[in-house]
């Protein structure tokens, strides 16, 4: 038996609770894994308060990360005592994820935990840091150099907008910061933001062109945000975007696009091809300065991440929530 969080749905409901789960009911998969930490994202606050369809199969265990050690394979690329990392793939939406003391899994889906890394700090980068790497590895592939201007970054204060605003910080570029919360202005400042601006500034329909100010954006917010940021992009700037925390909707035009070749850029973490996802956490090793990582997260247990993911959704949590599960 291990303790995880269940989430069932059934005629009493949506709910989700700390339950005792039985070996036999994990999953299908050809490695199983003890499970040291898993962490809160976005997705996760989802899943687990039901505020939006990410579970697809019941009775699940949520959580998008992991980090743990090998406990028995059949893959022959992973043998028992291996440090493992996972992000994604389906993990607590269509597969039985993290926020368990075990886990079973398709070796394909993992990653070995890097050199750089103590699995608390994996998973204290988790999905949201992984993610916000990629939008990092966008701009730089369509050529946005720390000196061509200011990047700005939506949701700062959450966990994407946290991690990206220390990577870029780290790699020479200038970042202004967009939140909701002016009381958080310190943190985003010792992250790395040379400005905060009011999100309020950002979220009301807009014009389809303003004022040219950004070389690149990374977006987590979408709607309103997401047009406003691609309307204000200067010319050939590049936006990258990953999240709706704001909306799904995009209610923009064209004329960033066709006027000033601003360049919009999809970022998806979930189906990131592994090769990808490896250049990534390598590019953390490097460029993610690890003593901002003690500023951007905390820890809570299996029982408070219940609680947790409500206030997330509420807007009320600041950077990484680790999970520890044990
Ligand atoms: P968090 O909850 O940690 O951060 C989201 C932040 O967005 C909040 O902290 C808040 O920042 C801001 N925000 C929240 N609600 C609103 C609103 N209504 N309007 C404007 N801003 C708002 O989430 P994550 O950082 O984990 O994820 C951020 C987004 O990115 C989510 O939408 C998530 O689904 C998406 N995502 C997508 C991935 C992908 O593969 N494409 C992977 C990971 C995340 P502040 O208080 O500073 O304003």
Not at 36 to 64: C, E, H, Q, W
Not at 102 to 116: E, I, N, S, Y
Not at 287 to 313: C, G, N, R, Y
Request: proline share 5%; aromatic share 6%.
């Amino acid at each position: 038996m291990f303790k995880g969080i269940l989430i069932e749905k059934d005629d009493a409901g949506y709910r989700a609770a700390v339950k005792e789960i039985d070996d036999s009911q994990l999953p299908e998969g050809d490695v199983t894994v003890r499970v040291d930490y898993s962490s809160l994202n976005y997705k996760d606050g989802l899943a687990i308060t039901g505020k939006g369809p990410v579970v697809r199969k019941f009775p699940m265990v949520p959580g998008i990360d992991i980090a743990g050690t090998v406990e028995a394979s059949d893959n022959a690329e992973y043998k028992v005592g291996d440090r493992v990392v996972l992000n994604g793939w389906g993990v607590g939406e269509t597969h039985w994820g993290g926020l368990a003391q075990r886990a079973r899994l398709k070796g394909d889906w993992l990653v070995p935990l890097p050199a750089a890394f103590s699995a608390k700090q994996a998973v204290s980068i988790g999905t949201a840091g992984y993610t916000a790497m990629l939008c990092v590895l966008a701009l730089e592939k369509q050529g946005v150099k720390p000196g061509d201007g200011e990047i700005v970054v939506t949701g700062a204060a959450g966990g994407v907008g946290s991690v990206a605003i220390a990577v870029l910080n780290k790699l020479g570029y200038t970042v202004v910061a967009v939140s909701g919360r002016p009381e958080e202005t310190d943190y985003l400042k010792q992250l790395g933001a040379a400005e905060v601006l009011d999100r309020s500034l950002f979220s009301a329909p807009g014009k389809p062109l303003g004022k040219e100010r950004w070389a690149g954006a990374v977006d987590v917010v979408g709607s309103h945000t997401l047009a406003n940021i691609c309307a204000t992009t200067r010319y050939r700037g590049v936006v990258t975007a990953c999240g709706l925390a704001g909306g799904m909707d995009l209610p923009a035009s064209v004329a960033p696009f066709i006027l000033r070749g601003v360049t919009l850029v999809g970022i998806d973490s979930v189906m990131c091809p592994r090769p990808d996802r490896l250049v990534a956490w390598q590019r953390l090793a490097r460029d993610l300065d690890i003593a901002k990582l003690d500023l951007i997260t905390h820890e809570v247990s299996l029982a408070e991440a219940i609680p947790t993911a409500a206030q997330l959704m509420d807007g009320k949590v600041r950077g990484r929530v680790v999970v520890d599960v044990n």
